[in-house]
């Protein structure tokens, strides 16, 4: 119930456990980031970090716990895992980066174009949608990546695939909702084209609910491709990808060689941790405007 | 009837006006008139201050009331004014992050200062409060009849077929036809005039000391107005409970409640028995609700200009003076001081006595 | 719509590269050999054909023989399914307890530590690889501690069962087999524990978010200003409301554990339908994929339908 106070008292404005709270929330968001950019650095310079080459062979160290030589040690083919983890960095974020693109593209682009004609096409379009939808995700991934077959490219060509849907469903509701509002009725009395109302006038205000699912979108990308990779239908095998790694080193680390898993999987998580945090500040972000 | 309006009085040379039969008695500020020594319900010098820090509202400045068992208490006031906030006070849920000060006397014990034990056990047996739009205060996934005998067992010990038996004769006794079958009826199946006499059921079903209706006949039409408020009234006639009935509108109020006491921005500006606040007003708000009436008879309706303000702070000044015809530049400055004008009546307003005889005698003039 | 999938699947993976017959017949085949082969297995029929036999044998219950095993799909797929659900429905229980508990009670203390360990909690769990965080568990409570049985297999060695159902703890409980229930809750509880530690984020979420609504609302806050004592407060004012949403959450999430069941059931060599289906699709096993496929999808079309009638149950407003 209130707090009983003079009232002269109560005039003052103090700081509430509310506001703690929210800056505790943007510290976390700024966290992400941080380490987001540090991931990214990490795969950018990922050569010149790497006392060792990503496939390289240490013939005298294999299964060698950390050590001032092998950072995280080594895994059952005596390679480097430190150099691994970071030229992993490079396939997984790549992959992800690239496929979400991809996906909030031509997800976008024909969610907007059935969402702002509507009628027969957007029918079939929903119908379509609807039945890759009947499964779930992971699911979905699996078979088309069984469908296409290993290799890097094929890996960014699922993730996307898989997530297209959804940004078709997301666009669509959005512009259906911002269609019927009167600066679109302005814009078509001024003579613009469908297009230019459309890409113009219309997206540009659609976006943010995007904005925030795409970052998450990222995240769950990576730990697919790394799943994938980790049952053997993403990666090649010696390539250095965090997934495959972890499956490489699965049975070392029952019976004992717990860096062969550990590390990689540190990688992985914090990167998709990042990711989260981010999109989860962005989510409040736009909650609080 | 003729027109009343207001004209600015001239100041008093020392003569009392001739209606007043009752000898003017300067009140030592800020005291209720009714209750007396029966009082169940004592509110001293009440301030509530709501909303976060940045955006803090004074929705209550020093309030006095009281009211005794049996008694219906009328409260009137325009959206905003605080109203709630009083019931809410008096019950005990005022939200966390509000501040307040003076007290809130229930039998003697302050509410404000309740732990949570004692809050728990004031909430419904003590004061049991009907809210504003019933419907969105019923728990949707709950039936009626479960509803009630929640209320029937925390504050009456009755369970199973007891419980619902009474239910039962609630349901009947706020005038629910076939109360069987709304029993087992979901809040969304009922329509607005029953969610209303479902919530004053769930309010009875605690067997509460005092009864506070919240805008009990918001959206109801005329007859249902009527029935609505006369099963209030039973409450404290038939039941003695204490009862007060919070609403803006001043002529239900009228037919049926003993006293009323008129709430603007958050300050009691005028209360008293019934037939004086209604007939020999003493305050220029009141006398301006009066006449913001609708009449029936077809005479022109003189809506109030200007808006009533939402206060930060305590005012220090009358805050009806803006909208006032009569005010002075001592109403802009000064607190008008609570003037007791009969022994059961009083009005903030530096002129409540004239206006007082004023009215008066425009009612004798009809 | 099931339709739809199926025609989907049945073009899809006869576009798939790699040629079936050839993972099945021995390396020293003739071209004739393979000829008969892909006769054998219906292959060399025009595909329209080939899809109305599998469909027609599939409304009878026949979902063709494995190229690998040549055994009835059928019957391999019901023997791993019991294995699949119990795992993923244990999982989805445990995080269905955790989520709504912590959820209401992150509610209820909202701003202080509960709430922020919540909020945390589930942040975490969303970000964790399933796969990885089984392999952690396996390295902490079977290497380290030596708590948790070997990581293979639902029930240890030398255990025996009657299948009844197929699922190891309600045979276990039927047929009174303690030995095999404590070995087959044992075999169950990191698997079990691990994939319901990273679904519980946006469940937990989405309780909270309900229940922090619930709060604020009038007929909460009537609720309390009539004395409604705290127990059947929560229960009834608090909870009841709050969980509406959650079926159609849980639908989803089921969705993603069929997933994720995949990976565990690799890592802890669980036997299931998962790690039989993910044979299917490494060796191109057309009726094996087709099965795994049409069931998976017929069960997620299930799963939220029981959802919904969920939904309707807990929200009385909800018409069916």
Same mark, same amino acid.
């Given at each position: 119930?209130?707090?009983?106070?003079?009232?002269?008292?109560?005039?003052?404005?103090?700081?509430?456990?509310?506001?703690?709270?929210?800056?505790?929330?943007?510290?976390?968001?700024?966290?992400?980031?941080?380490?987001?950019?540090?991931?990214?650095?990490?795969?950018?310079?990922?050569?010149?970090?790497?006392?060792?080459?990503?496939?390289?062979?240490?013939?005298?160290?294999?299964?060698?716990?950390?050590?001032?030589?092998?950072?995280?040690?080594?895994?059952?083919?005596?390679?480097?895992?430190?150099?691994?983890?970071?030229?992993?960095?490079?396939?997984?974020?790549?992959?992800?980066?690239?496929?979400?693109?991809?996906?909030?593209?031509?997800?976008?682009?024909?969610?907007?174009?059935?969402?702002f004609i509507g009628g027969w096409f957007d029918e079939i379009t929903m119908r379509i949608t609807?039945?890759?939808?009947?499964?779930?995700?992971?699911?979905?991934?699996?078979?088309?990546?069984?469908?296409?077959?290993?290799?890097?490219?094929?890996?960014?060509?699922?993730?996307?695939?898989?997530?297209?849907?959804?940004?078709?469903?997301?666009?669509?509701?959005?512009?259906?909702?911002?269609?019927?509002?009167?600066?679109?009725?302005?814009?078509?009395?001024?003579?613009?084209?469908?297009?230019?109302?459309?890409?113009?006038?219309?997206?540009?205000?659609?976006?943010?609910?995007?904005?925030?699912?795409?970052?998450?979108?990222?995240?769950?990308?990576?730990?697919?491709?790394?799943?994938?990779?980790?049952?053997?239908?993403?990666?090649?095998?010696?390539?250095?990808?965090?997934?495959?790694?972890?499956?490489?080193?699965?049975?070392?680390?029952?019976?004992?060689?717990?860096?062969?898993?550990?590390?990689?999987?540190?990688?992985?998580?914090?990167?998709?941790?990042?990711?989260?945090?981010?999109?989860?500040?962005?989510?409040?972000?736009?909650?609080?405007? | 009837?003729?027109?009343?309006?207001?004209?600015?009085?001239?100041?008093?040379?020392?003569?009392?006006?001739?209606?007043?039969?009752?000898?003017?008695?300067?009140?030592?500020?800020?005291?209720?008139?009714?209750?007396?020594?029966?009082?169940?319900?004592?509110?001293?010098?009440?301030?509530?201050?709501?909303?976060?820090?940045?955006?803090?509202?004074?929705?209550?400045?020093?309030?006095?009331?009281?009211?005794?068992?049996?008694?219906?208490?009328?409260?009137?006031?325009?959206?905003?004014?605080?109203?709630?906030?009083?019931?809410?006070?008096?019950?005990?849920?005022?939200?966390?992050?509000?501040?307040?000060?003076?007290?809130?006397?229930?039998?003697?014990?302050?509410? /404000?200062?309740?732990?949570?034990?004692?809050?728990?056990?004031?909430?419904?047996?003590?004061?049991?409060?009907?809210?504003?739009?019933?419907?969105?205060?019923?728990?949707?996934?709950?039936?009626?009849?479960?509803?009630?005998?929640?209320?029937?067992?925390?504050?009456?010990?009755?369970?199973?077929?007891?419980?619902?038996?009474?239910? /039962?004769?609630?349901?009947?006794?706020?005038?629910?036809?076939?109360?069987?079958?709304?029993?087992?009826?979901?809040?969304?199946?009922?329509?607005?005039?029953?969610?209303?006499?479902?919530?004053?059921?769930?309010?009875?079903?605690?067997?509460?000391?005092?009864?506070?209706?919240?805008?009990?006949?918001?959206?109801?039409?005329?007859?249902?107005?009527?029935?609505?408020?006369?099963?209030?009234?039973?409450?404290?006639?038939?039941?003695?409970?204490?009862?007060?009935?919070i609403s803006h509108d001043l002529v239900a109020l009228a037919a049926s409640c003993d006293r009323?006491?008129?709430?603007?921005?958050?300050?009691?500006?005028?209360?008293?028995?019934?037939?004086?606040?209604?007939?020999?007003?003493?305050?220029?708000?009141?006398?301006?609700?009066?006449?913001?009436?609708?009449?029936?008879?077809?005479?022109?309706?003189?809506?109030?200009?200007?808006?009533?303000?939402?206060?930060?702070?305590?005012?220090?000044?009358?805050?009806?003076?803006?909208?006032?015809?009569?005010?002075?530049?001592?109403?802009?400055?000064?607190?008008?001081?609570?003037?007791?004008?009969?022994?059961?009546?009083?009005?903030?307003?530096?002129?409540?006595?004239?206006?007082?005889?004023?009215?008066?005698?425009?009612?004798?003039?009809? | 719509?099931?339709?739809?999938?199926?025609?989907?699947?049945?073009?899809?993976?006869?576009?798939?590269?790699?040629?079936?017959?050839?993972?099945?017949?021995?390396?020293?085949?003739?071209?004739?050999?393979?000829?008969?082969?892909?006769?054998?297995?219906?292959?060399?029929?025009?595909? #329209?054909?080939?899809?109305?036999?599998?469909?027609?044998?599939?409304?009878?219950?026949?979902?063709?023989?494995?190229?690998?095993?040549?055994?009835?799909?059928?019957?391999?797929?019901?023997?791993?399914?019991?294995?699949?659900?119990?795992?993923?429905?244990?999982?989805?229980?445990?995080?269905?307890?955790?989520?709504?508990?912590?959820?209401?009670?992150?509610?209820? *203390?909202?701003? *202080?530590?509960?709430?922020?360990?919540?909020?945390?909690?589930?942040?975490?769990?969303?970000?964790?690889?399933?796969?990885?965080?089984?392999?952690?568990?396996?390295?902490?409570?079977?290497?380290?501690?030596?708590?948790?049985?070997?990581?293979?297999?639902?029930?240890?060695?030398?255990?025996?069962?009657?299948?009844?159902?197929?699922?190891?703890?309600?045979?276990?409980?039927?047929?009174?087999?303690?030995?095999?229930?404590?070995?087959?809750?044992?075999?169950?509880?990191?698997?079990?524990?691990?994939?319901?530690?990273?679904?519980?984020?946006?469940?937990?979420?989405?309780?909270?978010?309900?229940?922090?609504?619930?709060?604020?609302?009038?007929?909460?806050?009537?609720? #309390?200003?009539?004395?409604?004592?705290?127990?059947?407060?929560?229960?009834?004012?608090?909870?009841?409301?709050?969980?509406?949403?959650?079926?159609?959450?849980?639908?989803?999430?089921?969705?993603?554990?069929?997933?994720?069941?995949?990976?565990?059931?690799?890592?802890?060599?669980?036997?299931?339908?998962?790690?039989?289906?993910?044979?299917?699709?490494?060796?191109?096993?057309?009726?094996?994929?087709?099965?795994?496929?049409? #069931? #998976?999808?017929?069960?997620?079309?299930?799963?939220?339908?029981?959802?919904?009638?969920?939904?309707?149950?807990?929200?009385?407003?909800?018409?069916?």
């Open positions: 119930m209130a707090e009983i106070t003079p009232l002269s008292d109560a005039l003052a404005i103090p700081l509430t456990r509310r506001k703690r709270f929210r800056l505790a929330q943007s510290k976390l968001m700024i966290a992400g980031i941080v380490i987001l950019v540090l991931v990214v650095l990490m795969a950018v310079f990922a050569p010149l970090l790497s006392p060792w080459g990503p496939e390289e062979i240490d013939f005298d160290n294999i299964l060698a716990p950390p050590s001032p030589t092998h950072l995280m040690g080594t895994d059952r083919n005596g390679m480097d895992i430190w150099s691994r983890i970071a030229h992993g960095a490079r396939i997984d974020i790549t992959i992800a980066l690239l496929a979400v693109s991809i996906a909030v593209l031509i997800g976008g682009t024909i969610g907007a174009i059935t969402g609807d039945i890759f939808q009947a499964f779930p995700s992971f699911v979905l991934a699996l078979a088309v990546a069984a469908v296409l077959g290993p290799g890097v490219r094929n890996l960014a060509i699922v993730v996307a695939i898989v997530n297209i849907p959804p940004y078709i469903r997301l666009m669509r509701s959005e512009v259906i909702a911002v269609r019927e509002r009167s600066f679109v009725e302005a814009a078509r009395c001024a003579g613009l084209g469908q297009g230019e109302i459309l890409f113009g006038q219309v997206v540009p205000n659609c976006l943010n609910p995007i904005l925030v699912i795409a970052p998450l979108n990222c995240g769950w990308a990576i730990l697919t491709v790394a799943g994938l990779s980790f049952l053997g239908l993403g990666v090649p095998i010696p390539t250095a990808e965090w997934g495959s790694m972890i499956s490489t080193g699965a049975g070392d680390v029952v019976a004992g060689r717990w860096w062969t898993s550990v590390f990689p999987g540190l990688a992985l998580f914090l990167t998709v941790l990042s990711f989260n945090l981010t999109g989860e500040g962005l989510r409040d972000l736009f909650a609080r405007k | 009837m003729e027109e009343t309006t207001l004209k600015p009085i001239p100041p008093i040379n020392g003569e009392t006006p001739t209606a007043s039969t009752d000898p003017v008695v300067a009140v030592d500020a800020r005291s209720s008139t009714g209750g007396g020594t029966g009082a169940l319900l004592d509110v001293r010098d009440l301030s509530v201050l709501l909303g976060k820090p940045e955006e803090r509202v004074a929705a209550l400045s020093a309030v006095n009331l009281c009211l005794a068992p049996g008694e219906v208490l009328g409260v009137v006031g325009e959206s905003g004014g605080g109203k709630s906030t009083l019931a809410n006070a008096i019950v005990g849920i005022l939200p966390d992050r509000s501040l307040a000060s003076g007290e809130v006397l229930f039998e003697g014990k302050n509410v /404000l200062a309740m732990n949570d034990a004692a809050l728990r056990r004031h909430h419904g047996g003590n004061a049991a409060l009907c809210f504003q739009n019933p419907r969105d205060a019923l728990n949707p996934t709950r039936r009626v009849g479960r509803q009630l005998s929640d209320r029937l067992s925390t504050h009456r010990g009755l369970r199973g077929a007891a419980a619902d038996g009474e239910a /039962l004769a609630l349901l009947e006794s706020v005038g629910i036809r076939s109360p069987k079958k709304r029993l087992r009826a979901y809040p969304h199946e009922l329509s607005g005039g029953m969610c209303q006499r479902v919530m004053i059921g769930l309010s009875l079903a605690c067997a509460p000391k005092m009864l506070i209706a919240d805008e009990p006949t918001t959206g109801l039409d005329v007859t249902l107005t009527q029935e609505i408020l006369a099963l209030i009234r039973a409450a404290a006639t038939e039941q003695g409970r204490a009862v007060m009935i009323i006491a008129v709430l603007y921005a958050g300050q009691i500006i005028e209360e008293g028995e019934v037939d004086a606040v209604i007939c020999r007003s003493a305050h220029p708000y009141t006398r301006a609700l009066l006449d913001a009436v609708p009449d029936v008879s077809g005479l022109p309706v003189r809506a109030i200009p200007g808006t009533m303000p939402t206060l930060r702070e305590p005012p220090s000044s009358c805050p009806f003076a803006p909208r006032c015809t009569m005010a002075e530049e001592r109403c802009r400055s000064e607190v008008p001081p609570d003037t007791r004008v009969a022994p059961a009546h009083r009005a903030s307003c530096f002129f409540a006595e004239e206006i007082e005889a004023d009215s008066h005698a425009a009612a004798r003039h009809q | 719509m099931l339709i739809g999938v199926s025609i989907l699947v049945f073009a899809l993976i006869r576009v798939l590269p790699g040629d079936p017959v050839r993972t099945v017949v021995p390396e020293t085949a003739t071209a004739a050999d393979i000829e008969a082969a892909r006769e054998r297995f219906g292959l060399d029929r025009p595909i #329209v054909v080939q899809y109305g036999i599998y469909m027609w044998g599939v409304l009878q219950g026949n979902f063709g023989r494995s190229f690998q095993t040549g055994g009835s799909v059928t019957t391999e797929m019901l023997q791993r399914i019991p294995a699949t659900l119990e795992l993923t429905t244990f999982a989805l229980l445990l995080a269905l307890l955790v989520a709504v508990s912590f959820g209401l009670v992150a509610a209820l *203390k909202a701003g *202080k530590l509960p709430d922020h360990m919540s909020r945390v909690v589930a942040l975490f769990g969303t970000s964790l690889p399933e796969f990885w965080l089984g392999i952690l568990f396996i390295y902490f409570f079977y290497y380290l501690l030596g708590w948790a049985p070997v990581p293979s297999g639902r029930l240890g060695v030398g255990i025996t069962l009657q299948q009844i159902s197929g699922s190891a703890v309600i045979d276990s409980l039927l047929t009174a087999n303690w030995a095999a229930l404590r070995s087959a809750l044992s075999h169950l509880a990191l698997p079990v524990i691990t994939l319901a530690i990273v679904i519980m984020g946006p469940m937990m979420r989405s309780v909270r978010v309900g229940a922090l609504d619930v709060l604020q609302s009038n007929s909460y806050r009537c609720a #309390v200003a009539h004395g409604v004592p705290r127990g059947r407060l929560w229960r009834s004012y608090l909870a009841r409301p709050s969980l509406a949403g959650l079926p159609t959450l849980a639908a989803l999430v089921y969705g993603y554990l069929l997933g994720g069941a995949i990976m565990i059931e690799y890592v802890f060599a669980w036997q299931g339908f998962g790690q039989w289906a993910l044979r299917g699709l490494l060796f191109r096993d057309y009726p094996v994929i087709q099965a795994f496929v049409i #069931v #998976v999808a017929t069960f997620y079309v299930l799963i939220f339908l029981l959802a919904d009638v969920l939904h309707a149950l807990l929200d009385p407003r909800v018409r069916l």
